[in-house]
């Protein structure tokens, strides 16, 4: 063949920005993991105040940055046009000659088992991220609202549910469980993404006051990374970014 009809060899392909964000992240939680414990680790100690304290902090500013890179995600979900396509819609005819509904598939949910649940192994404990979307200042909490009482039915108050486990109510499992629930979430942030950006449609939308709240806020301390001192920075101009394109109203 001729050189001149070789093909070009395909461009370098680049990956987003924030891919590398997201692993600078991961890069700031292995240190975090390596400084305070494993999830399990963390699990079995006996916390003193002040440990609890200096654990809870460095986790704070993992899950706060995190959650300002999902947001920057969702925005630029949010900013793609949707990709609609045609519809399709089965109806059944019965034998009566009428057109029947599809019957909706019901989803079986599987009950966990408290007690297949290993201290030692974080596999299998339940550790779900946080989003943590702030409340809309607009919105009556359940607390607050109006209560009717029941004319009818079973007035008597429900019995009292079994106290739970000491691993489930101890300092040092709740801490090692959101360790936990971090690591997954930055190993797939993906489903993530999605939960927020539909969080986003359905309720943080209506407030742009949430959207600030939920892009600009800090730690409380702040605290930086000596490895990498422009990650926090990078990460909060991201969610700068996002703030903008989820309050544009033009």
Not at 43 to 62: D, F, H, N, Y
Not at 151 to 166: F, K, N
């Amino acid at each position: 063949m001729p050189a001149h009809m070789q093909s070009a060899p395909p461009p370098p392909t680049t990956p987003p920005p924030s891919a590398q964000l997201w692993e600078r992240l991961r890069a700031l939680f292995v240190r975090v993991i390596s400084a305070i414990g494993a999830p399990a680790i963390i699990a079995a100690l006996t916390l003193a105040p002040g440990m609890r304290t200096g654990i809870a902090r460095q986790l704070a500013l993992v899950e706060i940055l995190a959650r300002k890179l999902l947001l920057a995600e969702a925005a630029a979900l949010s900013a793609q046009p949707p990709q609609r396509g045609p519809r399709l819609t089965e109806a059944l005819l019965a034998s009566s000659g009428l057109y029947t509904l599809p019957p909706k598939r019901r989803r079986t949910r599987v009950r966990s088992n408290a007690r297949a649940r290993d201290l030692s192994d974080p596999e299998t404990w339940s550790a779900r991220f946080a989003l943590a979307i702030p409340r809309d200042a607009r919105v009556i909490q359940d607390r607050y609202a109006p209560r009717i009482r029941a004319l009818w039915g079973d007035t008597r108050s429900p019995p009292a549910t079994e106290p739970p486990s000491r691993m489930q109510t101890s300092e040092a499992f709740r801490l090692a469980r959101r360790a936990e629930a971090l690591r997954r979430m930055l190993h797939d942030p993906a489903p993530y993404v999605s939960r927020l950006a539909r969080a986003r449609r359905i309720g943080v939308a209506r407030s742009r006051d949430v959207i600030t709240r939920y892009a600009l806020r800090a730690p409380r301390r702040f605290v930086g990374d000596h490895y990498d001192p422009r990650l926090t920075l990078d990460i909060f101009s991201a969610a700068v970014r996002a703030h903008a394109i989820l309050t544009d109203t033009s």
